[in-house]
């Protein structure tokens, strides 16, 4: 399966942001891509910077909603699955929020980031309700595509799940900024995930400098031994290929070993989350 990664800055005119998006899912359907995945807010400015306010909240859309009608267009058109991330509104409540849309144009579903950050410049809590679905696998038209949003990535619990549920390809939409993480961590996390469980992981990061964050782009992807197979570049628009064989899954250690192993009753004993 060959995948990209959207790696694009935003900025404050959404409708820009959006039509430059559509642009490159054209470029990278051309190019052969048969999945296209965006990076967290892809098509706002990154909201949480500052604190929430009521117009600021007004900002989310309903998903499905004008912007996920225009790309299921075009996966239709070109049959390419597509993973989005965008402000969701519902009701009364919004959260961070990944449309999974197959090659044919049907929303799938659709996964909310389930752990919310509240930091200096990641004031996610005001903007965001904790997800509240418990699927986050989806049987695509290229294989079992599970999401994984930002902050959720550093939660081993929530990324073994995507394994037990058959995830092949875990997409992780990404907002990180430059140096905010020690070396080595941005990728190796991902890493040790992808070869602890048996899958390839794909991170689209945003990328450009806006009002407090500067994001430092730096997408990859990660096969299912934990070798970083493609990279994009630092601070720059750039479009990220990669191919990923899944008929390597069953030859990993987690999938020969690791899971096959697990010991799920001795587990439940330790009652490790008190």
């Not at 290229?142 to 995830?167: F, K, S, T, W």
């Not at 048996?198 to 500067?214: D, I, M, P, S, T």
């Not at 750039?238 to 070993?257: G, M, N």
Request: aromatic share 12%; proline share 5%.
């Amino acid at each position: 399966m060959k995948i990209a990664l959207i790696q694009q800055h935003a900025t404050l005119d959404r409708e820009d942001n959006v039509r430059r998006g559509l642009e490159a899912f054209k470029i990278a359907a051309e190019s052969g891509a048969e999945l296209i995945a965006f990076a967290e807010l892809a098509f706002y400015r990154f909201l949480p910077q500052t604190q929430a306010t009521p117009q600021e909240l007004k900002k989310a859309e309903p998903i499905p909603g004008p912007t996920t009608e225009k790309f299921a267009r075009l996966s239709k058109e070109y049959g390419v699955v597509a993973v989005l991330n965008s402000f969701e509104s519902d009701g009364e409540r919004t959260y961070d929020a990944s449309p999974v849309i197959d090659a044919d144009g049907t929303l799938l579903g659709v996964t909310r980031m389930v752990h919310i950050m509240e930091g200096l410049g990641f004031y996610e809590k005001g903007y965001y309700t904790p997800g509240d679905k418990m699927s986050f696998v989806y049987e695509t038209q290229v294989g079992r595509v599970g999401v994984a949003i930002c902050y959720d990535r550093h939660y081993p619990e929530y990324m073994r799940n995507l394994a037990l549920q058959g995830a092949e390809l875990v997409i992780v939409p990404q907002a990180g900024a430059l140096g905010e993480w020690p070396d080595g961590i941005f990728e190796g996390e991902l890493q040790v995930a992808a070869f602890q469980n048996g899958y390839f992981a794909a991170l689209v990061n945003r990328v450009g400098k806006e009002e407090k964050l500067h994001f430092s782009g730096e997408s990859y992807v990660v096969d299912p031994f934990g070798t970083v197979i493609a990279r994009a570049p630092q601070d720059k628009d750039f479009i990220l290929y990669a191919e990923c064989d899944l008929d390597q899954i069953p030859e990993s250690p987690a999938r020969k070993f690791f899971l096959r192993d697990r010991r799920p009753d001795f587990y439940r004993k330790l009652d490790l989350d008190e």
